[in-house]
C-alpha cells in the first residue's frame, strides 16, 4: 500500500516537472527558500545591531527610513518620466 502511494507520488511529480513552465517555477521557489533560510541563519547567527546603543539604534532607523523616501522619490520621479515618455 505505501509502495503504491509513493509509486504514484513520484509518478504525479515527474508529470507535474516535465513542463519546462513548471519546473522553472519549482526551482525558483526552492531559490526562494533556501535564500529565505540562509538570511534567516545569518540575522539569528550575526547579532548585528546587539552593540549599537540608544541612540545608535535611533541613526539606523532613520537612515532606514531616508533610504526609503529616497527610493519612493525615484520611483515617482520613474514613472512621472515613463508618462511624459508615453504621452509624446
Known amino acids: 500500500m505505501v509502495t503504491t502511494i509513493l509509486t504514484l507520488v513520484v ?5 507535474f516537472l516535465a513542463t519546462p513552465r513548471t519546473r ?4 525558483e521557489e526552492i531559490k526562494e527558500l533556501s535564500d529565505r533560510f540562509v538570511i534567516f541563519l545569518l540575522r539569528v547567527t ?6 549599537l546603543t540608544e541612540n545608535g539604534k535611533l541613526e ?5 527610513e531616508q ?10 520621479r520613474a514613472k512621472e518620466k515613463w508618462e511624459k515618455a508615453s504621452q509624446a
Do not use: C, D
Not at 11 to 15: E, P, R, Y
Not at 24 to 27: A, D, E
Not at 60 to 64: I, S, T, V
Open 46 to 51: 550575526s547579532q548585528f545591531g546587539s552593540e
Open 67 to 76: 533610504q526609503l523616501r529616497n527610493l519612493r522619490g525615484l520611483a515617482l
Open 60 to 64: 539606523q532607523r532613520r537612515w532606514r
Open 24 to 27: 522553472q517555477w519549482v526551482l
Open 11 to 15: 509518478v504525479v511529480l515527474v508529470i
